[in-house]
Each structure stands twice: as structure tokens, then as C-alpha cells.
């Protein structure tokens, strides 16, 4: 059997279908938004979506109460819900200005990152990194650090050059590293606290291929290298098959060699599903030996294509994530440590875990700013099951080792905590207050973490 990591990731979902903890949403009057995997909801008094900045600066000036950026829907976080106004930022896309002497381009920030692969190809340019899933917007992605894999590379926000953000008072401010820089440090990483961010200019690089390799090898042979792995290849993770010795790792490279990227073998991935499926109705300590055998059926795999077609997958099917970082040198400790508990605790989880490492930056509030590089380390559950149990076990490991939120991602982090985690935090909040002095941008969980 040969299953790529994105046949398992994909199956995995299907398996979340046989789950008995299946949730129902609650039936109200108000039409609700929801983001992607439905675990957060809000009714909003109304949306609007502006065609264009002058819009938006109308719409701010002439309302009150509280408003919320909101993009693909992305984040598993409450970042989004309001019952006031969602300003939907869709409109405000497409490819705006090239550069092709700096290579670097200029996108509408409501552009989704799976829509910006083609555009650029054709002005000769390409994204340095993407993350693991491409449907969310530009401004989204890097409200929340959104990053990719690789030690050579920041999170997203890292790439950006400059931007423009629209005040709750209906201001337009341009910033950079030399306009206006503590805002642009700030911004880069904003959770949408500060402003609707219209516009960004990326730093880009000439279109080039991609090769992806996927095998399957023992967890602590893979932690044993693991530093050695990161540094020799341009993109190298992997993803720790709960309850097992094994995990499916991904290198990738740059190539020269014609494009091979076919569609994955229906067969097969029907199969792994069927497998999952039955895995999940298994006592926790009978999994062990069954998914043991099966990772040693996974034959390897090779893909090559243009980079944007290799480093982001299509997810359909849908979940609920936690991520955090911690420095790189506690990253294996921290990861043997959530596997462990995994098992001790006969969790009921099939959902692999994702391993990583990211370069570290100078914004304010990135998973990975400061002084040393980040292993950055997800857990999953299926949205048809009850995350809470689950990743109320494993948060306090992350915290153990130091470890910082994905924004975007599923946390319980409050203010006092997040003060002591973030050495710009304080700046941060002055910032927010100097620009929102009436709170407008501040939902319930945006209170929680910058006003306590």
C-alpha cells in the first residue's frame, strides 16, 4: 500500500465520520457564521463588504459598536464571533502592483493564498513559503502567524515589506520598516486588533519546482536526526502516528525534473480510511499493534510540481486544531511527552500529530519572534468529536516547555499569561488602545487575551 501523507491526512478525516461523539448545532433565528470546521459560531448583527478601501472608510466613519475582520473562516480561535458587524474583506483581492526588479508584489489582503500561485507565476515570482492549507486570506494568515515548515523560513508575516490598515475611526496608515515601523512590527502580526489591513507587499523569488518525498520510519529514529534532517533539506517535518512507533516524514527540495504530481490512488486511500475507521472503534490499547502494522505497509512516495502546488493541500474534510511552539532544542522532549501521555492515557485519538521547526522573527507577537528558532507541534481532532477533553490534557505539556499559541489556533492562554510569553506584549496592547481608544475591534476572546 502506498499512501502519500496527503492520502492519510485526508482519510484520517474520513475516519472522524465513524465518531460517536458527533456534535449538533444549535438551531437559532439569526443567520450565524461559522467558521471552517464549525467549532466557532456567532449571530452578527450584519455584515458588510466593502468593494473598496473608500467603502470601508465610509462604513467606519458613519457606525459604531463592535466590528471583526473576518477572512476563510480559518481560524479555530474565537478571533472571529461578534454580535456586531463582520467586515468581510473578500472584495478587496486580487494581484494590485509587481515589482520585477525586487520581486515583490503587492496583493489585495482579502486574497486567498491558494489564488496568488498562478497570478505570480505569470509576473515571473513566487511565494518564498506557504503553510499546510491554502484557503485562508492573506491577512488572515498573517494576523495569525500562519506559518509554513522549514528552519530557514519565518512564519508568513516574516515575508512582508509593507501594508495598510484602515483605523476603526476610518484612517488610512501605510507602514514598512521605515514608515511608521513599530506599527508595521506590529501589525505583521495584528489578530486583527488594530485595524482592517487592506493591502500587503510580499518579498518574493523566481518560480521554481519543488520535489516531495513521504516515508515511513520510526519515531525516535526520525527525533535522533532530526536537526541534522531541517538543515540539509529546504522543507522537512513529520507527522507521529498517535499510538505507534512510526511516523510519516516529508522531505522537499528544489528540482529540476519535469513535473510527476499524479492524483492519489482511490484504492488506497479508501483503504486507509477503512483502516482509521476501525481503529476508532478499538480500545486504546489494542491500537498499538494495528496501526504498527499498517505504517509498515506505507510504501514511500515521490511528487514534483510548482512549489505552490506542492507545499499546500486542499483539507475538505474538517477539524479542530491546537499548535504551539517551543524553542527547538525542547521541541523532541515536548513531543515524546505529548505521545506518551497519548497512550498512557488511552486517549481515543487516530488523528496524527505534525512536527516541525520555523525560523525565527522580529515581529511583536509571532509563535516564533525573538532570539532562537521554534519547533512547532499541532494536535488535531475531527470536528465531528469534542476537542475539549483531548487538548485540555496536552496544553499543559506545551506550557511545560515554554511553549507559545498559534493565534489562529485553539488555546486557553489569557492575558497575564500571554504578558509573560511575549516580551513586546505590553507595547502591543498600547499600541491596540492608542488606535481602537473605543474597543471596537475587541470581541469577548480578544478582551480576554489583551484587556484580561
Known amino acids: 500500500m502506498k499512501i502519500s501523507r496527503r492520502q ?5 478525516a474520513l475516519a472522524g465520520l465513524f465518531s460517536p461523539f458527533a456534535s449538533v448545532l444549535s438551531q437559532q433565528k439569526a443567520a450565524p457564521w461559522r467558521n471552517w470546521s464549525g467549532g466557532q459560531v456567532c449571530y452578527p448583527s450584519g455584515r458588510f463588504s466593502p468593494a473598496s478601501e473608500t467603502e470601508l472608510q465610509d462604513f467606519l466613519r458613519r457606525t459604531s459598536g463592535e466590528i471583526r475582520p473576518v477572512g476563510s473562516g480559518h481560524s479555530f ?3 472571529v464571533p461578534t454580535d456586531g458587524h463582520l467586515i468581510v474583506i473578500d472584495q478587496l ?4 502592483d509587481h515589482d520585477a526588479k525586487t520581486l515583490q508584489a503587492t496583493f489585495g489582503a482579502g486574497t486567498r493564498l491558494g489564488d496568488m500561485g498562478e497570478p505570480l507565476a505569470r509576473i515571473g515570482q513566487a511565494m518564498l513559503n506557504l503553510p499546510d492549507i491554502d484557503r485562508q486570506t492573506l491577512a488572515g494568515a498573517t494576523a495569525t502567524a500562519t506559518h509554513g515548515t522549514g528552519i530557514a523560513f519565518t512564519c508568513l508575516s516574516g515575508f512582508v ?8 475611526d476610518g484612517d488610512v496608515i501605510d507602514t514598512s520598516p521605515t514608515s ?6 506590529a501589525a505583521r502580526v495584528s489578530l486583527g ?14 518560480p521554481y519546482k519543488l520535489k516531495a518525498r513521504n516515508w515511513v520510519q520510526p519515531i525516535e529514529e526520525v527525533l535522533e536526526t532530526f536537526d541534522e534532517s531541517a538543515a540539509n533539506h529546504r522543507h522537512f517535518e513529520m507527522f507521529p ?14 528540482t529540476d525534473e519535469d513535473v510527476n504530481n499524479p492524483p492519489p490512488a482511490p484504492e488506497d486511500e479508501a483503504a486507509f480510511a477503512q483502516a482509521m475507521a476501525f481503529w476508532a472503534t478499538l480500545p486504546a490499547k489494542e491500537r498499538f499493534a494495528e496501526i504498527n502494522a499498517m505504517a509498515r505497509q506505507i510504501g514511500p512516495t515521490e511528487a514534483v510540481d510548482e512549489s505552490y502546488r506542492i507545499l499546500s493541500n486542499i483539507r475538505n474534510n474538517r477539524f479542530n486544531e491546537m499548535e504551539y511552539s517551543v524553542p527547538a532544542e ?38 516564533s519572534a525573538g532570539d532562537y528558532d521554534h519547533a512547532a507541534i499541532s494536535i488535531h481532532r475531527m470536528a465531528s468529536e469534542d476537542y475539549r477533553p483531548y487538548f485540555d490534557l496536552i496544553e499543559p505539556i506545551f506550557w511545560k516547555y515554554g511553549g507559545r499559541p498559534h493565534w489562529g489556533k485553539v488555546h486557553s492562554l489569557d492575558k497575564a499569561r500571554l504578558e509573560q510569553l511575549y516580551p513586546r506584549f505590553k507595547d502591543f496592547q498600547m499600541l491596540q488602545a492608542e488606535l481602537d481608544p473605543a474597543g471596537r475591534l475587541l470581541n469577548p476572546h480578544l478582551k480576554k487575551l489583551l484587556v484580561g
Open 180 to 185: 511608521n515601523s513599530d506599527l508595521f512590527d
Open 241 to 254: 502516528l498517535t499510538h505507534s512507533d512510526y511516523a510519516l516524514v516529508l522531505a522537499i527540495d528544489e
Open 330 to 367: 525542547a521541541g523532541a522532549d515536548c513531543l515524546r511527552e505529548i505521545l506518551r501521555t497519548v497512550i498512557e492515557k488511552e486517549v481515543d485519538v487516530v488523528f496524527p500529530l505534525e512536527y516541525r521547526y520555523v525560523k525565527r522573527d522580529d515581529t511583536w507577537l509571532s509563535m
Open 161 to 168: 515589506t509593507s501594508l495598510r490598515l484602515v483605523t476603526p
Open 93 to 96: 483581492s486580487g494581484l494590485l
Open 8 to 12: 492519510m491526512l485526508a482519510s484520517t
Open 193 to 206: 486588533a488594530l485595524g482592517i489591513v487592506t493591502q500587503m507587499t510580499l518579498q518574493n523569488r523566481a
Open 77 to 79: 480561535s474565537a478571533l
